[in-house]
C-alpha cells in the first residue's frame, strides 16, 4: 500500500519560513518524480514544485521561484519544500504527489498524500 505523509506545516508571519517533508513508503520512491501541489480555500489545486528521480529537472510555479526549493533524499524516501519569504497568498494546504513523469499537470501523478496546513498571517 502506498502512502505519502506530509508534515511541516503550519502558522507563521509572513516572510517567515517552513520546511515542509513527504515520507513514502509502499512504492519504489527513486523511480518516482515527486511534486508539490497546493490548494487555497475555493480554489482549484495548483502546481507548486516537481523534481525528478535523480533529483534534477527541477521546476517551480512562477508565483514561488526564488523563494521555494524543492529537493529529495531517495535514501530516505523523503521529498522536501522548503519556503522561504511566505506571503499571506501562500496560505493553502500543501500535498505531494507521486508520478511516473515530471510534470505541472495533477493528472501525470498517481499516489496523492493527504495534504498539510500551512497559514501565513499578515
Known amino acids: 500500500q502506498v502512502q505519502l505523509v506530509e508534515s511541516g506545516g503550519g502558522l507563521v508571519q509572513a516572510g517567515g519560513s517552513l520546511r515542509l517533508s513527504c515520507a513514502a513508503s509502499?512504492?519504489?520512491?527513486?523511480?518516482?518524480?515527486m511534486g508539490w501541489f497546493r490548494q487555497a480555500p475555493g480554489k482549484e489545486r495548483e502546481f507548486v514544485a516537481t523534481?525528478?528521480?535523480?533529483?534534477?529537472?527541477?521546476s517551480y510555479a512562477d508565483s514561488v521561484k526564488g523563494r521555494f526549493t524543492i529537493a529529495r533524499d531517495n535514501a530516505k524516501n523523503t521529498v522536501y519544500l522548503q519556503m522561504n519569504g511566505l506571503k499571506p497568498e501562500d496560505t493553502a494546504v500543501y500535498f505531494c504527489?507521486?508520478?511516473?513523469?515530471?510534470?505541472?499537470?495533477?493528472?501525470?501523478?498517481?499516489?496523492w498524500g493527504q495534504g498539510t496546513q500551512v497559514t501565513v498571517s499578515s
Open positions: 504527489a507521486a508520478g511516473l513523469g515530471s510534470s505541472w499537470r495533477l493528472s501525470e501523478y498517481n499516489y
Open positions: 509502499g512504492l519504489a520512491f527513486s523511480s518516482y518524480a
Open positions: 523534481i525528478r528521480r535523480l533529483g534534477f529537472g527541477i
